[in-house]
């Protein structure tokens, strides 16, 4: 089984080839394949790299899917005894990624 750790948006993910992902929005069009470099660990059937803090000479290759929004979040505010209340929601902006290769 071939899997890699990256880092992206600020989080790390276990990724898997041929799966898809979801992570914090990337600006690029729809359909666009893009090569990500901050590979932090690669697993190929045992065969264990890893970086300091990323791997050299290695990249990975995923497609942007989709641009989507995520769930509503609520968030309320409240003052006791003040008569102030405040209401207000967020959507995150999300990538769908289609991760097509990891190679080392």
Do not use: C
Request: proline share 4%.
């Amino acid at each position: 089984m071939k899997y890699a750790i990256i880092e992206i948006g600020g989080k790390q993910l276990w990724v898997e080839p041929e799966k898809y992902y979801q992570v914090n929005f990337i600006n690029v069009a729809e359909n666009t394949t893009i090569n990500l470099n901050k590979i932090l660990l690669i697993n190929d059937e045992g065969n264990i790299k890893l970086g300091e803090p990323y791997l050299e000479n290695t990249s990975l290759e995923a497609k942007v899917l989709s641009h989507m929004r995520g769930p509503k979040l609520l968030v309320y505010k409240m003052r006791p005894k003040k008569k102030t209340r405040k209401k207000q929601g967020h959507r995150q902006k999300l990538s769908k990624l289609l991760i097509n290769k990891i190679s080392s």
